[in-house]
């Protein structure tokens, strides 16, 4: 391997360079082919496959002077396994398509690829980055694609399973990374209002935590198969919002979800909004051992006018994130 | 449905009704859980997946001023289709990340959703988009991946696999998306450089024929399983050049590969360096019947200092594309 300075960009180094780096830190994918083919093959426990697509794109989802290569690998691959175990799935791989400007430096492209491989043997070992694609973007930006694998004979877990009488159950943290990215937006901004970076040092404990939520999530992604095995009946990951999501699993088993108030404190408004926590969601029957670190924050109801109530009181205003309507294209 | 202007642009609209758009023109895809969970699930032939993701980024890969909704969907799925289809295997659903600037039209989406079902239903019947993520983004990115099943005990081409005394042969265009690219960088550009509408009326029937190559090259993707059960020794999809392709092929499989000039003409300097068409470059054992579209274009020899030749002499230059040494940030 040359020795090329860290600080060399990725506008002046050939593709199988700049390859070359990632590759040496994402290390071997335990798969049939991996990189260097024209595609990768990969041995799933059945011939069921489950796969999962997001992305991550500078502006709207993180910006450089609040992330760093290594967290933003990280959370490009948290956000994807947490879908697969939003499935009751195992996640087996990931693909990355990684489209950069040419001023990134090559220490950068490196430590998002071990951003990607810490958070697959810290969340889903086992799990690696098996195959992927580079290309010259103005926008740096991150789509992951995620495969996964079910038990076999076992069933994937939808979002339309619940049934009236199920205990709802989250697993993971919400509204963390809400009060993280609340922090980012009031503190750490210029006058101008563009991000400046985090100085950890005035942050108290409680904060630093908050800030690291949203930078760097890390969704319980093994309870996904546990509760898979334990029964649940639907399941999601909650992305866009508690509120908002927890109503699209309503809508989409025809129920209404009553999440309860007082299990989501100490700041249960956070957690009712929050979301890119990628908590698991998930409903079980009554009496079930919930699987760890399942824990119960309401009932499934029958279908009322609204589909998600907290305490009995139907769930006002939008109660999260749509990236399309809410994006004003600079402070985001 | 809303009924919606189509000049409505994504920045007005919200995610759900854009979704909705886009699945009305995919149509339905053929999987056990298709969109509006977490994650799909496809059914396989067997429990070996192959996967493979390939992006096109608006200035590097493609020019609005060229290209339109249709083409750009066709495109993005065709350059996926051609990798699974060189591993010798049927592909069998897309997952499709769109990163578009809020500005972007809904008649260009539905367009590129159009495209993409078009391309599908074309070269690669039975597969379908059956996944995919929509983000907002200042630079219009459409990464794609591909998920493709081998044949029950079939075994995938890969790229070592080319023994001394095979025939080299390819299936599909070589050269002529090169030609189209030419003629859009010649004629199709105003003084300061920056693309213009392709005016049609202008140009001969081939100079259309090559200007569609490569703004919707067209691989012929059931070559890919056909060359498999041929018993193909040797596969991949050429997308960076035919020579430098080749040369990752015959490096792979450590032989030399030499090309015969007369197979690739009328215009075999465009043939040995033309990439974009995604033509699949394989070997077969000597007096293979070889399966259709294939022709023979050379065969394979014991690896020497060059491990391209054409008509026996080292075949010199980069002869290709590399999208980090070539890209000049504008014209490509």
Redesign the interface.
Known sequence: MPDLHPAAT??D???DV?LARILERLGPADV??GP????????????????????L?H???FRLAWSNGRDLGAKSAAVNL???A??G?RPV?L???L?MP?STTLAFVEDLATGLREACDELAPGCRV??????????L?I?V????E?TPGGR?V??SGARVGDVVAIAGDVGVAAAGLDILFERFRDAAGEPVAVDASVLTDAERAAVAGQLRPRPPIAAGTRAAAAGATA???VSDGLVRDARRLAR?SGVTLDLERASLEPDSERALRGGEDHALLATFPAQTPLPRPFRIIGVVRDAGEATVTVDGVPADGPGGW????D?D?AAG
């Open positions: 990725v506008g180094l050939s593709e700049i049939a082919v260097g083919d024209d595609a990768a093959v990969l041995d799933l426990a059945d011939a069921r496959a489950v796969v999962t697509t997001d992305t794109v502006g709207p989802d947490a879908d697969i939003a499935m799935a791989a693909f990355v398509a489209a040419p098996a195959g992927g694609d580079l290309t010259i973007s103005e926008t930006t789509a694609t995620a495969i996964g079910l994937p939808l979002r399941m999601m990951d989409a749509d990236p399309y309507r994006w294209g």
